[in-house]
């Protein structure tokens, strides 16, 4: 079975009718000025993503069209979570036969599919068919007994899958704060070992998220989770005995693109710590480390924990623009010469402009942050009014809670957008626009449902709601 390094995948092209659509953006990097994050010419030489990634829930039978919609974004690689641990245990062979059927039917269509492994979970024992037990510390062997017996079964159940990831934490971690990040090494370890005895023809990578909650569980309000963070992540990575041919790493990425880790540092006065290095990558790769991923979980869904109403998860997902942010990433990505980037989907039919414009960045390194607006407009708005939805997605891309969120030091320079200065200016150009009733690629939801979400995200910026980044513990007072 071929793993996650294996090269881009078999059948990895996209459908035919965006064909035409990718044919109109190839000219759009000729520009002489260029667009704020969009590839210089020393691009077209630029290190190649073959993991073009989406960790996001298995689409049900009355969804199976998001699978269509994620190859036609130029995704080759689908990561879904292992939620047995919240299956009452009698329950849990008909969850493992649904997710089964659901890796196979991404497979069909062409997908690497990975599971990724919740670690630190409790097993949900009733009385409800389903909950949430929380999480437990490593150090006690019964629970750890108890877990992996559990993750032997997912594994055995879902050995059709590409490969297993091993997930550091949020949820996971030591919420008792005694465990050390060495302890989750070891974790990690017998959580390999299960895959290799079950299923040895698979891949296996230890994915860093919140690793810091191995060291005294601080809380990511603050700027001591993220130096920690920073410093486990490196402690990890420099060790031989997990990290090598037979198990790779997903990053965070934090310090180089997150809201709310930017927003401690700059509170404190201080720059970023940024890992990966390109010069700690290519170290991995002399050890032998096949599998370098990135995994910047919230750009695409704007659902950071450290947003406040309305960017946070509790506003149930808005239609949002982030390409100049996705663009940054992406290019963040090739420099430190990752094997390909992971992007979250937790809002897909909201967020479908940003995971087409994640997925079509990954894969053209030429492609500016105006000309994937562009291109999602010619799917979304008919004949001549796609030119007038590309200036309506300016304006959001312009007025972003993504934005609104990072200290202004790291904002970007906004998109030229002649002549639409306010929410009032995009609205009424958005009642001019018309929906196309048969887009050229599969969509979440048809163009008019989508162009609603485009309404309400204009008349939510025309109220001011727009929040940034929830308080920083630990911040200086206002004078």
């Known amino acids: ?119 630190g979970m409790r097993q949900w024992k009733g009385p409800g068919e389903a909950g949430s037990a929380g999480t437990f510390s490593a150090l006690d062997a019964d629970l750890r007994r108890e877990r992996l017996a559990c993750i032997r079964r997912a594994v055995e159940a879902l050995n059709d899958a590409d490969g297993f990831v091993f997930f550091a934490g949020d949820p996971g971690g030591d919420p008792e704060g005694r465990s050390t990040v060495k302890d989750c090494m070891v974790f990690a370890r017998e959580v390999r070992g299960i895959v290799r005895a079950s299923a040895p023809r698979v891949g296996f990578v230890v994915n860093l998220w919140a690793v810091a909650e191995w060291a005294g569980f601080p809380s990511p309000f603050g700027l001591e989770f993220w130096r920690k963070q920073a410093a486990l992540t490196r402690e990890v990575a420099a060790e031989p005995d997990l990290l090598g041919p037979a198990c790779g790493v997903a990053f965070s990425l934090d310090g180089y693109y997150r809201s709310l880790t930017l927003a401690c540092y700059a509170a404190a006065g201080l720059s970023p710590d940024r890992y990966p290095t390109a010069a700690a990558v290519r170290d991995l790769r002399r050890r032998g480390v096949k599998a370098v991923l990135g995994w910047p979980y919230f750009l695409v869904d704007e659902v950071d924990d450290g947003f406040i109403t309305p960017n946070n998860v509790a506003s149930g997902g808005q239609a949002g623009s982030e390409a100049r942010y996705i663009r940054a990433i992406v290019e963040r990505g090739r420099a430190l010469e990752l094997d390909g980037l992971v992007a979250n989907a937790t809002y897909v039919a909201a967020e479908a402009l940003n995971l087409w414009t994640f997925g079509q960045m990954c894969r053209h390194p030429r492609l500016s942050p105006a000309a994937a607006l562009d291109g999602f407009a010619r799917i979304v708005a008919d004949g001549p009014t796609c030119g007038t939805l590309a200036r309506v997605l300016r304006f959001m891309e312009n007025h972003g809670n993504w934005q609104h969120s990072l200290p202004e030091a790291y904002r970007l320079r906004g998109l030229a957008n002649p002549g639409v200065a306010s929410a009032g200016d995009a609205l009424r150009l958005l009642d001019t626009v018309v929906p196309r009733h048969a887009p050229p690629i599969a969509l979440p939801e048809e163009p008019a449902r989508y162009l609603a979400r485009v309404r309400a995200r204009l008349e939510a910026i025309a109220a001011g709601r727009i929040g940034g980044v929830a308080p920083i513990l630990g911040a200086p007072k206002a004078p």
Not at 62 to 77: E, I, K
Request: aromatic residues 10%; glycine residues 12%.
């Open 1 to 119: 079975m071929d793993t996650l390094w294996a090269g881009a995948i078999r059948a990895g092209r996209l459908a035919a009718a965006a064909g035409a659509v990718l044919a109109a953006l190839a000219g759009t990097g000729r520009r002489a000025a260029a667009e704020p994050g969009e590839a210089t010419p020393r691009a077209r030489g630029a290190h190649a993503l073959t993991t073009v990634g989406l960790y996001v829930s298995p689409p049900g039978a009355d969804r199976a069209r998001y699978l269509d919609f994620y190859r036609a974004c130029g995704y080759n690689y689908l990561e879904f979570c292992d939620g047995g641990f919240g299956q009452r245990p009698d329950l849990l062979a008909r969850y493992y036969a649904g997710m089964a059927d659901a890796v196979r039917a991404a497979r069909a269509k062409g997908f690497r599919v990975w599971i990724l492994l919740l670690a």
